[in-house]
C-alpha cells in the first residue's frame, strides 16, 4: 500500500507535536541537535517503498532472547526509531551519529524521534525490530510521540505498518 490513506489519517489523529500529550515534558524541552533533521534525510527510510532501512542489520534469535527484545527489552545496536507522519512510515537506526545532539547529551549521542521529523508533528512513534526469524517487533516507546498514544492510534499504527508490506508485525508493549 502507498502512502496514507484517508482511512488511516482519519484513525490516527490527531497530528501531534513533540511532546503533546505528556505530561513530563514539553516542545521547548527539545535540546540542541534534537530540532533539526537536515544532515539525517539520506539516512531516513521512508517505509511506504520496500521492507529494510539501508543500516538494515537484523536480530539474531540468540540476541532477541539475549536482550528480551519480544519481552519489550532494548537493544539500542540493532534498535530502529520510526514514526508515522503526515504521509507515511519514517525509519531510522538508533545508532545514527548526531554530533550536534552529542554536545547536551553525551550520554546519547545519536538521533532521536524529533530527528526523523525535524521537530514536526508525527501521528505516533516508537522503535521497531527486524530479527532473522521474520518478525518485526515494534514498541510505542517514543517519550515524544508514542507513550501517549490510545490503544486505537496503537492498534492503526501496527496496520499501517503492515498495510506497507512489513510481515509478520509483533507488538512488545503489550508483553511488559
Known sequence: MPRL???????LQPLKSPFEGNPRKIADDLLEGEKHNDEFIQF???????KHPQQFV??????????????????PEKCFLWVIDESSIKIIWEKTPNERRKASRPDRPYVCHTNITGSGKAYIGGEMYFCDNDNIYVNFSSDR?????SEENKIM???YIKDCGYKN??????NI
Open 58 to 75: 537484523p536480530v539474531s534469535i540468540e540476541e532477541l532472547e539475549k536482550h528480551n527484545i519480544h519481552k519489550g527489552g532494548k537493544y
Open 44 to 50: 531516513i527510510h521512508d517505509g511506504y517503498e520496500d
Open 5 to 11: 490513506t484517508e482511512f488511516h489519517i482519519k484513525s
Open 145 to 149: 510521540y508514542g507513550t501517549t498514544a
Open 169 to 174: 508485525v509483533i507488538r512488545t508493549d503489550e
Open 157 to 159: 499504527a501496527i496496520q
